[in-house]
């Protein structure tokens, strides 16, 4: 999930008429607050025993690495982390929405802080209207604190509401922190592309998402806790007792949050190994051996105070910058995922040099039946055709036949997404993280990412893609008049369905997405 209210809402407001609106609603002034950063001490706690456990040779420059592509997996992972945790857990993302997924996920925060844990939740603050109770109840605990990233100065429930009414602040409030990140006791992280929701661990029964994690162990946590520091201290952070003050005493609030949190519906049942043949992290935390793959590797994160930047300057050192120099040199061939893939003309003019020089580039990104950004698929859908004539090959997810194969989870009736951030260089480099490969992680949005030089890694991953015929949704490719595009699906049979137009109805989309895409820009998306 994105800022796509952000977008439509700019689409739709930039009329005087909601002019007089704005303005309504202004953030306290800050407060000064010492500085903070992590808890380096933690060689004998337990996690940090087994994170030191099998490193080769003693040595202080590999890391440890295992993905995570099984939602109930990727899940346990986070939850058996805090369990163990016995110093600190330092957590941030862009989205922990109240639902069953969030509230578990908050209730053993609570619950490692109640143990002695220092609890460090940070949180953008887009999504979290109507949700103020929540986070403000679970701050009221003792050893946790709870911020928020440039928070929107109205608290209203509804988040168009609170959009229009910071429309005079829209330049900044356009800008969010799209990072996600746990830390165990400065030992063992989670990173990669879910969000903390139903729909990001197969528990919405509408759709949910393809997407991909990796546990990391090692001297590249410590730099994703230096990482986590510098948004912590960032003045554009405010602790959500400055923005959503508590209007009830402290034994109440904590009341309160257990109150909430008890409507959570229990997670359900893992199998005993993932796709990759693998045993729950918990399990293996509790049998004190945690397999992982020893790599060197490269973190990017983002300056918090990229979102103060024009759009060039934004660009200069971002994540972005780092993974597309990685990608870029590429001898033989990139494979990437991307769940919003606008190329621009950098990209475009990059693909077409790695081409001539003997390159192959493979795309894999939603259908339009299959995103949850319409708006963002129409500002690739401009470069497709041009990316399939300079040689590149397109994948498009579709909404129903991916989730068939078993690889990421139990779809049950929903639709699958993609939302997976990742990148294969030569089949010996792996990128991962929040970014996607567009203007808004490049320029507007904060991001995170990790390059790690595994070629074990990356036979896992081909083990998740491995056989003749994947069946990920459409692979496209130029009509004979070498214009229009065409949609190949693979029959039941081993041959080909081909699609002259785009599969699915989606005429009245398809007009909103006319009508919108010339207002907002490419610059929005």
Known sequence: MRASTVRRFAALVLGAAALWLAGCASLPPPQPRPVVTAVTDVSQTELGQLAAKGTPGGSTSLSGFRLLPEAAFAFDARISLARHAEKSLDVQYYLIQKD?????FLKELREAAARGVRVRLLVDDLYTGGEDEVFSTLSAFPNIEVRLFNPLPSRASSLATRLLFSLTDFGRINHRMHNKLLVADNSFAVSGGRNIANEYFMRSTAANFIDMDVLSSGPVVRQMSEGFDRYWNSEHVRPIEQIAPLRMPVAQAQKRFDEIARTAVPDVAMHQRDVLDKSPVGQQLIAGNVERYWAPSTLFVDDPEKITRKAEAAYEGSVTEGALSVINSARREVKIGSPYFIPGARGMAMMKKAIERGGRITVVTNSLGATDEPLAYAGYERYRADMLKIGVTIYEIAPTLTGKSGRFGDFGKSISR???????????????????????????NTEMG??????????????????ERVNLGYRLRLAPNGRRVQWL??????????HEDEPGEFLWLRFKNWLLLPIVGEELL
């Open 450 to 467: 990790l390059v790690i030089d595994s070629p074990e890694l990356v036979k896992d991953y081909d083990r998740l893609m491995s056989g």
């Open 100 to 104: 069953d997924v969030g509230l578990l």
């Open 418 to 444: 993609l939302h997976a951030k990742l990148a294969i260089v030569d089949d010996e480099r792996f990128f991962i993280g929040s970014m996607n490969l567009d203007h808004r992680s490049a320029a507007v």
């Open 489 to 498: 699906e693979y029959d039941d049979a081993g041959g080909d369905i081909v």
